[in-house]
């Protein structure tokens, strides 16, 4: 019997368990991965948002992430809050010489709207760690404020996912989950260098529990990649599994609630 694949996870600390490092773990384990976590940020956060940020020295951050690698085989990673330019840095100059496939899940603001990423360090996420993603996952904000244009259009999420093929990025899903109204279906765009934008659609879930479905999303897709499985592949695969989650979703406590990652498990 082979042996799961080692997925790590460069992320923040949800005291809430609905995000973050703990939504990564859950995701691994529930997808058969051996879950690793390299810790960015702790966060003092429930569903109804986070009341404060304590982010450890770059250093130490660097530390983890060096141990890591040195002892186990890591098969994919995902990044997600990196907090600060600092920490940007000190992830990037590890990474830059791996020999895995990243997932970069761009975190700048949580779903309660406090702010996940100091100002100064945007530039720095664009420089340093963009190109190094094999797989960019933005939602719609995200992509407009890395892509520096408004997102409005099918062929506005086009264009912000060419200008961030151009800044290093080897793939860009541009989700759809910040879209207006009720739609019968939510489109996240996988933009590729060599292909059409391909739109990539799961039924909408009207739930107020989505606490973490782009770490869950992004983690998944890591999970898949280190399974081997090719990318667009790893992307529907993980859609349908973070979709899953969110049609059993319910909140533990008060405020949002995440998708129920072992929705699985209940059914």
């Not at 404060?52 to 660097?62: C, E, K, L, R």
């Not at 085989?73 to 990474?95: C, E, H, N, Y």
């Not at 960019?136 to 408004?150: I, K, Q």
Request: proline share 8%.
């Amino acid at each position: 019997m082979l042996h799961p694949p080692s997925i790590l996870t460069i992320a923040g600390s949800d005291s809430g368990g609905g995000a973050g490092i703990q939504a990564d773990l859950k995701t691994m384990t529930m997808l058969g991965a051996y879950g690793m976590s390299v810790i960015t940020a702790l966060t003092a956060q429930n569903g109804l948002g986070v009341t404060g940020i304590h982010a450890p020295d770059p250093s130490f951050v660097a530390l983890q992430l060096r141990t890591v690698l040195e002892g186990f085989p890591v098969q994919a990673a995902k990044t997600g809050m990196l907090f600060s330019s600092a920490i940007i840095g000190a992830v990037a100059d590890i990474l830059a010489t791996r020999n895995f496939p990243l997932v970069v899940d761009p975190v700048c603001v949580s779903q309660s709207g406090h702010t996940l990423l100091e100002e100064d360090a945007v530039e720095a996420l664009r420089e340093r760690i963009l190109p190094l993603a094999d797989l960019l996952t933005p939602n719609r904000p995200e992509a407009e404020l890395l892509a520096g244009m408004p997102i409005r259009s099918d062929a506005d999420t086009a264009e912000a996912g060419r200008r961030l093929l151009a800044m290093g990025a080897r793939a860009v899903l541009i989700k759809g989950g910040h879209c207006e109204g009720t739609p019968i279906f939510v489109t996240d765009w996988l933009i590729t260098p060599d292909h059409d934008p391909d739109p990539l659609r799961q039924p909408h879930v009207d739930t107020p529990n989505n606490h973490g479905t782009g770490c869950t999303l992004s983690a998944a897709i890591a999970t898949w990649l280190g399974f081997g499985m090719p990318l667009r592949v790893a992307v529907t695969r993980a859609q349908e599994y973070l979709n899953t989650g969110l049609r059993h979703a319910y909140a533990p406590g008060e405020g949002a609630g995440p998708p129920c990652h072992f929705a699985a498990l209940r059914r």
